[in-house]
């Protein structure tokens, strides 16, 4: 069953910060977020496993609440650059059932 | 660095004829992936590869077949093509056996079907 990502649509100007939320309905084994800018492929940010491991870019933290299967992925002091749709993805267990979210597009304005 | 080509970027096709669509990727990953994107939908899963000869289906298997008899190369097939399998075609490839295991994503290919 494909998350549930927060919100749609997000807008901000340069500096600003903001949060992108993705929950699901599934106990999880791991969440990963993904940056697709138009016209590209998506690309790997962070990938966060149960039990609180985590690895991805070091401008961009992420968190992961394994009781509520929620994720959220922080952007602080953004960039022209940031904009894109973020793209949430759940694996239920290793290597398994892995389904993305329905996106959130994020614009940065000068 | 990881290398995922897919073998068009646009490509037009007829209702009705078989299209096919080629996924290489250069890192001996063990899995790949088909999937498809349209707007406010995100990308939905089509097939699902976790070793050569081996496949699975996704959340959208329907009027689409695979192929892997290479590690390296993941086909995907669509046997009749028809208008409403326009859209974006992903194809992404991971390692297996690894706790952090994200996927690399080739360009895409946008098919239209007339």
């Known amino acids: 069953q494909q998350p549930v990502q927060s919100p749609q649509a997000v807008i901000l100007r340069e500096g600003e910060d903001a949060v992108i939320n993705c929950s699901s309905s599934?106990?999880?084994?791991?969440v990963h977020w993904y940056r697709q800018k138009h016209g590209e492929a998506p690309v790997f940010l962070m990938i966060?496993?149960?039990?609180?491991e985590q690895k991805g870019h070091d401008k961009i933290s992420a968190s992961f609440n394994e009781k509520k299967q929620q994720s959220s992925l922080y952007l602080t002091a953004s960039q022209l650059s940031y904009s894109g749709t973020y793209f949430c993805g759940t694996e239920s267990r290793y290597g398994q059932n892995f389904v993305f979210g329905p996106g959130t597009r994020l614009s940065v304005l000068p | 660095d990881v290398k995922v080509t897919q073998s068009s970027r646009y490509l037009v096709k007829r209702t009705g004829e078989k299209v096919f669509l080629e996924c290489v990727q250069d890192m001996d990953h063990e899995n790949m992936f088909w999937y498809r994107q349209d707007p406010g939908l995100g990308l939905r899963l089509i097939y699902f590869?976790?070793?050569?000869?081996?496949?699975e289906k996704g959340d959208i298997p329907e009027g689409y077949s695979v192929s892997r008899e290479k590690k390296e190369r993941f086909s995907l097939i669509l046997e009749s093509a028809s208008t409403n399998q326009t859209s974006m075609y992903l194809c992404a490839s991971r390692t297996s056996g690894r706790r952090y295991n994200e996927q690399f994503f080739g360009p895409g290919t946008r098919l239209t079907v007339l």
């Open positions: 599934k106990a999880l084994y791991s």
């Open positions: 590869s976790y070793d050569v000869k081996m496949k």
């Open positions: 966060l496993l149960k039990g609180g």
